[in-house]
């Protein structure tokens, strides 16, 4: 297994240096992260929020990457006629001749770095690594944070976060349930969850439950 993650370090390592210097070849003033920007963006029209949410990054990173991007002419920006508040960011001319010098460089890489494997391999290789997508993407989810009762039954989990009341918090804590707790899912009603925590049991009805907060503990 080390082996494995030796090797998946090794290639993202490499892959992310040539990406580097083929880049940097043609349009020196652009990161690697403002490459991705606007990769993102292609060729739609989108609000602040949009970008924001596809690029998985906050409103306030967004809107800084989006200004360097415009002080640069890669983007531009315009307001909706229907709301003045809302503002849509768009590629320039000069933003879409970088689109295409990022996407000319992802298929030559590919080109490259397949050319020794015959179909045969390739067709396993894609095989293979759409099981490892998979299971990185059902990884992913089970790391972001959910209430505990979207989990599935018989699950260990660390509590991230307790909202609610200061009486319900009041209760969590004398129940021994705080940030960083661990917990496992038992049972699931309709509207209860049971819940195990050290060597006790609690039964907590949906919309107490609601109000904790956890990863899956590994």
């Known amino acids: 297994m080390n082996d494995i993650n030796l090797m998946i370090e090794d290639f993202y390592k490499s892959f992310h240096q040539i990406e ?6 043609d349009i020196k003033c652009l990161t690697l992260n403002e490459y991705h920007t606007i990769n993102v963006l292609g060729e739609r029209l989108l609000s602040m929020n949009e970008l924001a949410d596809d690029l998985a990054i906050t409103m306030g990173t967004a809107t800084v990457a989006i200004e360097n991007l415009v002080k640069k002419n890669f983007v531009k920006r315009e307001r909706s006629q229907e709301d003045r508040r809302k503002v849509f960011v768009s590629l320039t001319k ?7 010098n990022h996407r000319k460089f992802h298929k030559k890489i590919i080109n490259l770095i397949t050319k020794d494997l015959n179909l045969d391999e390739l067709e396993s290789f894609i095989g293979i690594f759409e099981k490892l997508h998979i299971n990185l993407s059902e990884t992913l989810n089970l790391s972001q944070s959910q209430k505990i009762y979207d989990f599935s039954e ?7 976060d307790i909202l609610g009341s200061r009486g319900l918090k009041d209760f969590f804590f004398n129940e021994n349930i705080r940030i960083g707790t661990i917990v496992k899912t038992l049972k699931k009603g309709n509207n209860t969850i049971l819940l195990a ?9 949906k919309k107490d439950a609601d109000n904790l907060i ?3 503990y590994f």
């Open 154 to 160: 018989n699950i260990e989990l660390k509590i991230t």
């Open 214 to 216: 956890a990863v899956q």
């Open 20 to 25: 580097e210097l083929e880049l940097k070849r």
């Open 197 to 205: 925590i050290s060597e006790k049991e609690i039964e907590l009805d």
């Open 94 to 100: 000069k933003g879409f001749l970088a689109l295409e």
